[in-house]
């Protein structure tokens, strides 16, 4: 059985020492309790709700930026990519290549990804059922990457705002390596927050642990050490001090559910 899954970090890159803080903290944690650790951080965040919102550092000073939280920190990192041309040097740094969630039927930059022969993780589309996810499996499988996963994200509910149907989770196991549940994103609120995006971040906690209860073999966090000075997405991102207790918990439901055969 592959170890459970963390993929946590600021949702864009900020700075050097910020992003080297975020690792160390959750490399420690998860160590302790014996996950494995993947640090997020995006280069360029291009669906930002307002054009004068904060995008990020850009490619080339983002793969610097994340090559080092990957040689100083020792943990592998995954960055989302936008367009097929960022395919190849993204690819040179980061060990899983992320296709963000409404780009996950965009055909080329998919196959782009597969060919890298990386892991790709593909989130799912908020306007995206569960069982057409298979297509955008195929899309990046087709250019032999070592693994696709599928990460859920919430699902359009209305007018600014996502629900979670837990029956995709079990659903998209037919179709990719590893499922990964995006524990921060959906709650987020999406343009809810006057040229930004809200987020109800009391939610994520138990939302974490009913996906652990479902069976996911990994979980995805947006994580900083002041989410209400973050430049992205701090209304739906957990502050580095609440990790300890959220994680002694997921390792706690993590060993039920291996008991009674639930986990992945």
């Given amino acids: 059985m592959k170890e459970f899954l963390i993929i946590a970090g600021p949702c864009v890159l900020e700075d050097l020492d910020t992003a080297l803080t975020i690792a160390s903290f959750v490399k420690e944690l998860c160590q302790k309790h014996g996950f494995s650790y993947i640090f997020k951080a995006s280069f360029d965040k291009a669906n930002r709700t307002s054009l004068y919102s904060y995008r990020g550092p850009g490619l080339e000073k983002g793969l610097e930026m994340l090559s080092e939280v990957k040689s100083k920190v020792g943990v592998p990192v995954t960055t989302d990519v936008h367009e097929s041309w960022q395919v190849e040097p993204v690819s040179q740094v980061a060990d899983v290549i992320q296709i963000p969630a409404f780009l996950c039927r965009q055909t080329d930059l998919l196959v782009a990804s597969g060919k890298t022969g990386r892991i790709v993780n593909i989130k799912k589309g908020q306007f995206m059922a569960p069982w057409d996810m298979k297509y955008a499996v195929e899309k990046a499988r087709i250019g032999a990457p070592k693994e696709v996963w599928l990460t859920e994200r919430g699902a359009t509910f209305g007018y600014r705002n996502l629900v979670v149907d837990f029956r995709s989770l079990l659903i998209m196991k037919e179709y990719a390596d590893r499922i990964i549940f995006d524990a921060t994103h959906s709650v987020q609120l999406p343009g809810?927050?006057?040229g930004r995006s809200g987020g109800?971040?009391?939610?994520?906690?138990?939302?974490?642990?009913?996906?652990?209860?479902v069976g996911v073999s990994g979980l995805f966090f947006e994580v900083h050490p002041e989410p209400d000075k973050a430049l992205c997405d701090g209304p739906n991102?957990?502050?580095?001090?609440?990790?300890p207790e959220l994680f002694s918990q997921i390792a706690d439901l993590l060993a039920v559910a291996q008991r009674h055969g639930f986990s992945s």
């Fill in 237 to 243: 991102s957990l502050p580095l001090k609440d990790l």
């Fill in 200 to 213: 109800e971040r009391q939610f994520v906690a138990p939302l974490a642990r009913a996906a652990v209860a």
């Fill in 192 to 194: 809810g927050g006057e």
